[in-house]
C-alpha cells in the first residue's frame, strides 16, 4: 500500500508493538506513541524535537506547531492521546484523537467521519432491501403485479396438492343470467288465478253410527213395579 493511501485510510487501520504492551503506564505512553513504526505518529511534530534534544515535555507549551499530550488515562488498559496545533502557550487547535486499549493504537473518528458512514451503512440496506424486494416482484398482461416469494414455492412443495373445486359459474355469469330472469320477468308477469273452493256437505249419519249412539245413550227407565200376585182359582 502506499504511503498516500495509507494517511487517507487512517481510520481502518491498527498498530501495536507486543514488546510494549506488559510495561505501558503514563509515563511512557508517549515513548510508546513516537515508535517509528507507528503510522500516526508525525515525525516533524514538536515531540520528536524535544525528544532529540533530550528536554522535558513542559518545554512544548514555549513552541509553536504540532504536538501530541496524553489527554485520558486509565490503567491499565485505556490511553487517549491528542494531536494539536499550538499557536501560543495558551491556545492550542485539537487536530485528532487516538486511543489505545491494550495495547492497539486507533484513530478516533471525527464527527464528519461518522455521520458519513452512518448514512452510508443506511443507504446501503435500504438499497440492499430494494434490490431484494424488486427480485420477487412479477409481472404478467393478464393478472398485473404481484409478489412471489421462495419460502412460498417451499410451502406449497410441503402441503398436500388438494383438487380444488371447479365452480359451476363465476361471478359475472350469474350476474348476468340474474338480470336477463329480471328482464324476462317484468315483460311477462306470471298469472296467478284463484280456485273457488265448494262448500262441503255434511254426510248424513249412517246406521252404524246411530246403533252406536242408541247403544251408547240409555233410555229413561221408569220406576220398578213389583211383579202380580198369584191369586188362587176358584173351584
Known sequence: MAAGDLRDNLLGISWVDSGWVPILNPGNVLDYFSERSNPFYDRTCNNEMVKMQRLTLDHLNQMVGVEYILLHAQEPILYIVRKQQRQSPTQVIPLADYYIIAGVV????????????????AVHGIQSAFDEA????????????????????????????????????SLFQRQRVDALLLDLRNKFPPMFYQVKKEPELLAEPTKQEERETATKTPAPSGPSKPPPEKRARLQ
Open 106 to 121: 486507533y484513530q478516533a473518528p471525527d464527527l464528519g467521519s461518522v455521520i458519513s458512514s452512518r448514512v452510508l451503512s
Open 134 to 169: 424488486m427480485s420477487f416482484c412479477r409481472y404478467h398482461p393478464s393478472k398485473g403485479y404481484w409478489w412471489h416469494f421462495k419460502d412460498q414455492e417451499e410451502r406449497e412443495k410441503v402441503k398436500p396438492k388438494s383438487k380444488k373445486k371447479e365452480e359451476p359459474s
